[in-house]
């Protein structure tokens, strides 16, 4: 399987999380600056169109939302900076179409993303009938554990096994 991850601002895919993914398949992590890449949605949409899932975290986590959606791809979120969408270069918007699987995983101890706004303007962007899991954790902060990341992903692959 060939799944893309997307790091979050000033960030990079850490050797345990590659860790981690490495037993599902094979690993895209290109390493972005998110405050000067004008055409990022574009370029990920034309680059990687033959991913099976998109995996994101915080940044990465907000152009994952919609990059799923354009490729319909499923995808794996981890606390999504849904409040910073008006800072993306280009305006993108939720497919109404998109009806591939969705695992949102946020922390409610995130003191960089508001977990409650992200959860609002989660909802706002769904479809009704959207396929998502949507995970909390009560003592989870904007930097996630090891274990949970874990945990998430295994979870994930798992029902992508029972989807298909």
């Not at 986590?61 to 008006?86: D, E, I, R, S």
């Not at 508001?114 to 009704?128: A, D, F, G, Y």
Request: hydrophobic fraction near 40%; aromatic fraction near 12%.
């Amino acid at each position: 399987m060939k799944i893309l991850y997307l790091h979050g601002l000033d960030s990079h895919l850490q050797d345990d999380r590659r860790a981690v993914l490495l037993p599902y398949g094979e690993i895209f992590a290109p390493t972005i600056d998110y405050r000067n890449c004008p055409h990022l949605f574009q370029e990920l949409r034309e680059t990687y169109t033959d991913v099976e899932a998109i995996i994101g975290s915080s940044a990465g986590g907000l152009v994952a939302f919609y990059l799923a959606q354009n490729l319909l791809k499923p995808c794996l979120l981890f606390n999504p900076a849904f409040t910073y969408k008006q800072e993306l270069p280009q305006n993108v918007q939720a497919n109404p179409h998109y009806a591939a699987y969705m695992q949102v995983v946020i922390g409610l101890q995130d003191k960089v993303i508001t977990p409650w706004e992200s959860l609002w303007l989660l909802k706002e962007e769904l479809r009704e009938r959207q396929p998502v899991e949507i995970h909390l954790y009560n003592t989870m902060a904007h930097s996630y554990p090891i274990k949970i990341f874990e945990k998430e992903v295994k979870k994930f692959f798992k029902q992508l096994t029972v989807n298909n």
